[in-house]
């Protein structure tokens, strides 16, 4: 899976800070960067990156969020003890990857595997972002904001994806209960 969701804190003065998940969402067809109500479903064995992740962001601060529509990327820096680590995602459909990357800008961990055929992206190597595709796509997704909501496009954008996710387990399993058919006959 390349996703991961990240548990963000507010803090107020005088008030007790509140708590926010942040879903990143590399997975083909379901790419999406929102907040989300719920903390999505977990493997039964964590990721190998999860405890790198843990490591360099508990307790960090988020210094700023950068998105390019047009490339479907988006980088968000944290700093913690005077070092800066940054997120970047690459929501960009069946190549997508979720990448952690140092001070340097070199790559400490990435959530799936290098799936690029022109870029080097594992640890170790310094990041190359995806060459630029220019003006956004005009076929670009339009979300119709939930006014009910605390975060109304996350809203819109839950309702649609959790859809879309609850069809992919269905299809998932019905591939599942085929196999052995087909083995049988």
């Given at each position: 899976?390349?996703?991961?969701t990240?548990?963000?804190?507010?803090?107020?003065e005088?008030a007790s800070?509140?708590?926010?998940?942040?879903l990143?969402?590399?997975?083909?067809?379901?790419t999406?960067?929102q907040?989300?109500?719920?903390?999505?479903?977990?493997?039964?064995?964590?990721?190998?990156v999860?405890?790198?992740?843990r490591?360099?962001?508990?307790?960090?601060?988020?210094?700023?969020?950068?998105?390019?529509?047009a490339?479907?990327?988006?980088?968000i820096a944290?700093?913690?003890k005077?070092?800066?680590?940054?997120?970047?995602?690459?929501l960009?459909?069946?190549?997508g990857?979720?990448?952690?990357?140092d001070?340097?800008?070199?790559?400490?961990?990435?959530?799936?595997?290098?799936?690029?055929r022109?870029?080097?992206?594992?640890?170790?190597?310094?990041?190359?972002?995806?060459?630029?595709?220019?003006?956004?796509?005009?076929a670009?997704?339009?979300?119709e904001?939930?006014?009910?909501?605390?975060?109304?496009?996350s809203?819109?954008?839950?309702a649609?994806?959790?859809?879309?996710?609850?069809?992919?387990?269905?299809?998932?399993?019905?591939?599942?209960?085929?196999t052995?058919i087909?083995?049988?006959?």
């Amino acid at each position: 899976a390349r996703a991961l969701t990240l548990e963000l804190y507010r803090s107020r003065e005088g008030a007790s800070g509140e708590t926010h998940l942040l879903l990143i969402s590399a997975e083909a067809d379901l790419t999406r960067l929102q907040v989300v109500a719920a903390r999505p479903a977990q493997p039964e064995t964590p990721f190998q990156v999860q405890a790198l992740l843990r490591r360099e962001l508990d307790g960090a601060r988020l210094a700023r969020i950068e998105a390019s529509a047009a490339d479907r990327f988006v980088r968000i820096a944290f700093e913690r003890k005077g070092a800066e680590r940054t997120v970047v995602a690459e929501l960009t459909g069946r190549h997508g990857n979720i990448f952690l990357l140092d001070s340097d800008g070199v790559i400490l961990a990435a959530v799936g595997p290098n799936l690029s055929r022109r870029r080097k992206l594992v640890a170790g190597e310094v990041y190359e972002p995806p060459a630029a595709r220019g003006a956004a796509d005009s076929a670009a997704r339009r979300f119709e904001p939930r006014a009910d909501a605390r975060f109304p496009l996350s809203a819109a954008i839950d309702a649609i994806y959790t859809a879309r996710e609850e069809a992919r387990r269905v299809e998932e399993a019905r591939s599942e209960l085929r196999t052995p058919i087909k083995i049988a006959v």
